[in-house]
């Protein structure tokens, strides 16, 4: 399947302040998804992209789907302590069962 | 609201010996899925399941693994003989679409500790 590269690793950040993660691919991408995995919770949906260029928000949350559909960003507006966690960006195999996770961005903000 | 449950939370076991971890997926999904995530690294695609038969699997779904769905309501992962790289925590998930149309919800996981 293909490889999505999600940068950065680890963000620490003040509460208040923004936050961002990037999602990349080599390859065209049909769609993507992201997810939260709270401390030692699991994986929980957030959003699917389909579209060039689309971009949706969830309250503090804005997703970006890069116009040649190889990219994708979430960025969190005045992070609050209950945005910690890792969020994933995965990707949907040729065949469409599977989901290949990005090694995902660690999250900590601190009050 | 209708969720995804795993049996049992944690699994602690002996090399060599067979697992069967546990799943019941929510009741009007038709599409299931087992991922693992090795404790800190990225959560990793194991096999998918639909109309009773796999879908797809990946490479580390191999012969010590098998999936299975022996009533209406469970959906079961078999490890025949657990090595030391299994220990994992492993997520059952399912859907009600295919996965490029809709989410997967997972389950809270069920630990392996393989010593």
């Known amino acids: 399947g293909q490889q999505v590269m999600q940068i950065p690793q680890y963000q620490h950040v003040q509460e208040g302040e923004d936050f961002t993660t990037y999602c990349n691919s080599s390859t065209t991408l049909s769609n993507i998804q992201w997810y939260k995995q709270r401390p030692g919770g699991h994986p929980v949906f957030l959003i699917q992209?389909?579209?060039?260029?689309e971009v949706k928000k969830q309250k503090r949350l804005t997703f970006q789907f890069g116009e040649a559909k190889k990219n994708s960003s979430l960025h969190i507006t005045a992070t609050q302590t209950t945005d910690v966690g890792t969020y994933f960006c995965?990707?949907?195999?040729?065949?469409?069962?599977?989901?290949?996770f990005g090694k995902g961005t660690s999250l900590l903000v601190t009050p | 609201e209708p969720e995804v449950t795993q049996t049992p939370s944690h699994q602690v076991t002996q090399m060599g010996q067979e697992v069967i971890l546990r799943c019941v997926p929510i009741?009007?999904?038709?599409?299931f899925y087992w991922y693992r995530q090795i404790l800190g690294q990225k959560v990793e695609f194991l096999v998918s399941f639909y109309n009773n038969e796999i879908s797809e699997k990946s490479e580390i779904f191999d012969d010590q693994f098998s999936v299975e769905r022996p009533d209406g309501s469970n959906f079961t992962l078999k490890i025949r003989s657990t090595k030391l790289e299994d220990s994992a925590m492993y997520f059952c998930?399912?859907?009600?679409?295919?996965?490029?149309?809709?989410?997967?919800?997972f389950g809270p996981g069920t630990r392996l500790t393989v010593t």
């Open positions: 998930a399912s859907s009600t679409r295919w996965t490029a149309r809709g989410e997967q919800y």
């Open positions: 992209l389909v579209k060039s260029g």
């Open positions: 995965a990707d949907i195999a040729n065949s469409g069962y599977a989901l290949n």
């Open positions: 009741s009007n999904h038709l599409y």
